[in-house]
């Protein structure tokens, strides 16, 4: 993603869908030195070809998921919310390139090593690390309420929750206890987070591009774990206290921001990006 976002950002500013100032900082020099030469016209078409070719749709997939959601992040800020949660935040950046969350209080919730490991590479780089409040976690034996709270965050102040790329290495049960922590924010608070189709954990060759995602995953330790049938998804939110505002695939999430259809910027459209809030009349 990283490098998706670097690749982004080097292209003219009339077309560019986001700018990242962070993401190549955190590339291999080598991987660097591709996204400077990538700012060269016909280079670049030749850099992102390859990577559409080795990796069908997760470039412009996760490029426009990332425009998608810093969207619904902004239209959250400027709708009333204070302060933003990002869960699992890695490399994010949002709180240095977002405007919009010149004036918010940010929260980044991920393990202990991760932390540390973005504090170093962030400082490194020239961004100042106190911009944002790190809350480290085990998530996998702690629950979000009380690292939280200990660092000064509210339940009761309108929020939004970013949760990207995060939910396919999870369980049911950690799904589940997310989305019952968001249902007891402030009414009107927002989830932004993403999930991958449950087919494909079943049925790869049923999505475009999904068997080259599954294998490089699996390869890099990382496999998926858990996918949502998006048929069942607004029911499970509503299980949980939440209603679904969108639920979009990559193909309709591209087309937001890509009006030509290029049979090269197919595929992965079983990674989906959903939208959900706290009812209003949740408030008693």
Not at 162 to 189: C, F
Request: net charge neutral; hydrophobic share 45%; aromatic share 10%.
């Amino acid at each position: 993603m990283a490098l998706f976002r670097a690749l982004e950002s080097a292209r003219p500013a009339s077309i560019r869908l986001l700018i990242d100032a962070f993401a190549a900082t955190v590339l291999p020099p080598s991987i660097r030195g591709v996204v400077t030469l990538s700012r060269f016209r016909l280079i670049g078409s030749a850099i992102a070809a390859l990577v559409d070719y080795r990796w069908p749709g997760a470039r412009t997939s996760g490029v426009a998921r990332t425009r998608l959601i810093d969207d619904w992040v902004v239209a959250a800020i400027r709708d009333g919310a204070r302060q933003v949660a990002i869960l699992g935040a890695g490399f994010d950046s949002r709180a240095w390139r977002l405007p919009a969350l010149g004036g918010i209080r940010v929260f980044e919730v991920d393990h202990p090593a991760t932390s540390q490991e973005k504090q170093r590479r962030l400082m490194a780089a020239g961004f100042d690390p106190s911009r944002i409040v790190q809350v480290s976690i085990d998530f996998d034996r702690e629950p979000l309420a009380e690292p939280l709270a200990k660092n000064g965050f509210s339940m009761r102040e309108r929020t939004v929750v970013i949760w990207e790329g995060v939910t396919n290495y999870l369980t049911a049960e950690g799904v589940d206890a997310v989305l019952r922590w968001t249902s007891g924010l402030a009414p009107g608070s927002t989830l932004a987070f993403t999930y991958i189709h449950a087919t494909v954990l079943s049925d790869p060759g049923a999505f475009d591009g999904a068997e080259q995602a599954m294998a490089f995953v699996a390869k890099a330790g990382e496999a998926w774990t858990y996918g949502i049938d998006p048929a069942e998804l607004r029911g499970r939110l509503q299980a949980a206290g939440l209603e679904l505002v969108e639920d979009l695939g990559a193909d309709e999430y591209r087309s937001r921001y890509w009006h030509s259809a290029k049979s090269r910027w197919q595929g992965y459209a079983f990674y989906r990006a959903a939208l959900a809030i706290v009812p209003t009349h949740a408030e008693t």
